[in-house]
């Protein structure tokens, strides 16, 4: 089973700034078959992210997402108000096993 | 426009069953694959099950295989999770969601609001 660690666990930022999270595979997962999502107190999940980069319908442009092999990063370029939640990567491999990352929190500093 | 909504959690002794549902409307239900995602009280989201749109090929976590069924009625747009032998380790909000594409797809572009299901004497 293909085990995904985010980093940080939480994050402390302001609105305006640039956030960096970043999810590691404990192997190689291929580029096609990694998510991010958003999850705000009380909701279902939010899709952000497939494939690594693409953004998902209706996702604003400050969200992008890169990386490949066992290193992938979400990247939201200038925080808006709304965007403090927590975030969790997501990956699926042959079987297919899904497996989710930790989370990391994004709180306001 | 999409919508998932569950039905049929509640409180269960250790030991016991419940059956969840998940009605879908606003697309092609049989298309596509879906999934049962559970969430404990303060914790990260885990994945339960996910089946095929044909509900041909399911698979399952380690931690409900031999003891959780997901199964679909296409006629019905409906999706189920069959939980038997429930634990206290089982006690979560239960999400169904569609997978976002129509083949070899396991990412997930909508949910539902989710089922608390809790298992407690």
């Known amino acids: 089973e293909i085990v995904l660690t985010q980093s940080p666990d939480t994050l402390s930022l302001s609105p305006g700034e640039r956030a960096t999270l970043s999810c590691r595979a404990s192997?190689?997962?291929?580029?096609?078959?990694l998510a991010w999502y958003q999850q705000k107190p009380g909701q279902a999940p939010r899709l952000l992210i497939y494939?690594?980069?693409s953004r998902a319908t209706g996702i604003p442009d400050r969200f992008s997402g890169s990386g490949s092999g066992t290193d992938f990063t979400l990247t939201i370029s200038r925080l808006e108000p709304e965007d403090f939640a927590v975030y969790y990567c997501q990956q699926f491999g042959s079987s297919p096993k899904i497996t989710f990352g930790q989370g990391t929190r994004l709180e306001i500093k | 426009e999409v919508q998932l909504v569950e039905s049929g959690g509640g409180l269960v002794q250790p030991g016991g069953s419940l059956r969840l549902s998940c009605a879908a409307s606003?697309?092609?239900?049989?298309?596509?694959?879906m999934t049962w995602v559970r969430q404990a009280p303060g914790k990260g989201l885990e994945w339960v099950s996910v089946i095929s749109g044909g509900g041909g090929s399911t698979y399952d976590a380690d931690s409900v295989k031999g003891r959780f069924t997901i199964s679909r009625d296409n006629s019905k747009n409906t999706l189920y999770l069959q939980m038997n032998s429930l634990r206290a380790e089982d006690t979560a909000v239960y999400y169904c969601?569609?997978?976002?594409?129509?083949?070899?797809?396991?990412?997930?572009?909508?949910w539902g609001q989710g089922s608390l299901v809790t298992v407690s004497s």
């Open positions: 494939g690594a980069s």
């Open positions: 192997q190689s997962v291929s580029s096609s078959y």
């Open positions: 606003g697309f092609s239900f049989s298309s596509y694959a």
């Open positions: 969601a569609k997978s976002r594409c129509s083949t070899s797809c396991y990412t997930f572009d909508y």
